[in-house]
C-alpha cells in the first residue's frame, strides 16, 4: 500500500480468488495494473496456492504477466528456493531488488542462467520510480566485474 500511495496509483484489495477478476475489471481504465503478494514468504505454500487460485481465477481477457521479485543480496541458494518454490505461477520474468545493498552479483547472474528466465528489472535505490530500471546484460556484467555503479544503470 505504502508504494501506491508513493506512486500515486489507485488500490483494490483483494483477498479471496473470485475477487479478483473483479478488481482487475474495476481497473480496467488502467493502462498497467501492478499486483503486488505483500512479501509473500516462498516458504507459505497455503499463500502461494492462494495467489495461484487468484491468478487461476482471472476470467477477464488481461493477461497477468507474472513477475518474481527477490532481493539481490541473498545468496544463492535462497534465490534458487524461492524461484522453485514460486516456479507454480509460471513465472514470466524475475527483478532483483537492492542492487544498491550488495557487492556480490554472481548470484542473479547463476540464477537466470539456471532457470533461462530474463530479467526485466533491477532496483538500484531507495526512490521510486526513480529507481527502477530496465535491466540489461551489459549493466549486470559492469557490475559482477567492476561492482555496482548508480550512473551506469
Do not use: W
Amino acid at each position: 500500500m505504502q508504494y501506491a500511495r508513493m506512486m500515486k496509483l489507485g488500490i483494490e484489495t483483494v483477498v479471496d480468488p473470485p475477487e479478483f477478476a473483479t478488481a482487475l475489471e474495476s481497473l480496467r481504465h488502467c493502462d498497467y495494473i501492478l499486483i503486488d503478494t505483500m512479501g509473500s514468504s516462498p516458504y507459505d505454500k497455503g499463500k502461494i496456492e492462494k495467489i495461484y487460485e487468484c491468478l487461476e481465477a482471472n476470467s477477464t481477457e488481461y493477461k497477468v504477466d507474472v513477475i518474481l521479485v527477490m532481493p539481490s543480496s541473498i545468496k544463492y541458494e535462497d534465490l534458487l528456493a524461492t524461484y522453485e518454490n514460486f516456479d507454480s505461477l509460471n513465472i514470466d520474468t524475475m527483478m532483483f531488488t537492492k542492487l544498491d545493498e550488495t557487492r556480490g552479483f554472481g548470484n542473479i547472474f547463476s540464477l537466470a542462467y539456471e532457470t533461462k528466465k530474463p530479467i526485466s528489472y533491477f532496483s538500484v535505490g531507495q526512490e521510486v520510480p526513480e529507481d527502477l530500471v530496465c535491466a540489461n546484460s551489459d549493466f549486470l556484467v559492469e557490475c559482477l566485474l567492476n561492482g555496482f555503479n548508480r550512473s551506469k544503470a
